[in-house]
């Protein structure tokens, strides 16, 4: 409530302003927003009004949070920061630099900012125009696990899942190798029964649909499964060992609450275009076959740690 509140004061003070008061900002996300960007802009201007007009666009992009700059007939500048993972403090941090672009920042700004990182340039230089062509963002490894509920053909099951990703390994587009231990399950197959493992291995490509605190993935890639099957119950009881391989398809929805720590939840689905069965060879009569699940969703939680 507070802060919807300061949020809205601050646009009706800048709405208030002289047109040429200070610049429109823009932002491509919601973290930072647009509006408490421009509120924080108006708690920090000093009692003299900024005499340049133009537009201040915020861009997120990979760990860095880019403030583009383009005041009436001057050049464009672009001034890079890290993406803090608080919005909060990426809204004060923009803010920062567009009041010393306007050279009107208060006389004693470290009062009313959490972090100085926008300071640590002499305000002049943000007149300074540089290049827009921004380096690219550098990959990020981390490591997560996670616990999953699943549902196929044959009932529920649990799955346990570790995973190594990277991101922006490709530009935007990033990759994940995952392992998944799910619980052994039973099927019944002519008189005795079979225990079947599916331990699965997954590589995927992995594209940020939206980013922030809070962000959305979208990930696909192939699957490789190494089933494992014991019969009980019969006159002879055997084992076999098989692979096969399918596909994975997914949405990730995390949250950061720390620059080094994500929480999220996922949802995917599997598919195994080979039918697979259990068989049960029975003499004099025909084999008795239980077909194994080719479609399964899992809906989990999990955590990752690293350079997020």
Not at 104 to 125: I, R, W, Y
Not at 164 to 174: E, S, V
Not at 215 to 234: H, M, N, R, T, Y
Not at 241 to 246: A, H, K, R
Request: charged content about 15%; hydrophobic content about 50%; some cysteine.
């Amino acid at each position: 409530m507070k802060r919807a509140c300061a949020v809205g004061l601050g646009a009706l003070w800048m709405a208030a302003m002289p047109a040429w008061a200070a610049p429109v900002i823009t932002s491509d996300s919601d973290c930072p927003a647009a509006s408490e960007t421009a509120a924080r802009l108006a708690g920090l201007l000093s009692g003299n009004n900024p005499v340049v007009s133009g537009v201040a666009h915020i861009r997120v992009q990979g760990g860095q949070m880019l403030v583009e700059l383009a005041g009436e007939g001057e050049p464009a500048a672009i001034r890079i920061l890290p993406a803090d993972a608080d919005c909060h403090v990426r809204a004060q941090n923009a803010a920062l630099v567009i009041a010393a672009w306007l050279d009107n920042l208060p006389a004693d700004p470290l009062v009313q900012a959490d972090s100085v990182a926008a300071l640590a340039m002499e305000p002049n230089s943000l007149r300074t125009p540089v290049s827009a062509n921004t380096s690219p963002a550098q990959p990020r490894f981390s490591l997560g696990a996670a616990a999953f509920a699943s549902i196929d053909a044959q009932g529920p099951g649990a799955v346990l899942s570790a995973e190594a990703a990277w991101r922006n390994l490709a530009g935007r587009f990033g990759l994940a190798t995952a392992l998944s231990l799910p619980l052994p399950r039973e099927t019944s197959v002519g008189l005795g029964r079979a225990r079947w493992w599916r331990p699965v291995l997954a590589l995927a490509l992995r594209a940020p649909l939206t980013q922030g605190t809070w962000s959305l993935d979208a990930s696909v890639g192939p699957i490789f499964g190494l089933l494992a099957v014991a019969g009980s119950g019969f006159d002879q009881n055997r084992t076999d060992l098989t692979v096969s391989w399918g596909a994975t398809a997914g949405f990730r929805l995390a949250r950061r609450s720390s620059s080094k720590w994500a929480y999220w939840a996922e949802l995917r689905t599997m598919l195994w275009p080979a039918a697979q069965h259990i068989r049960n060879e029975v003499l004099g009569a025909d084999p008795k076959l239980a077909a194994l699940p080719r479609i399964e969703a899992q809906l989990g939680l999990g955590c990752s740690f690293g350079s997020l």
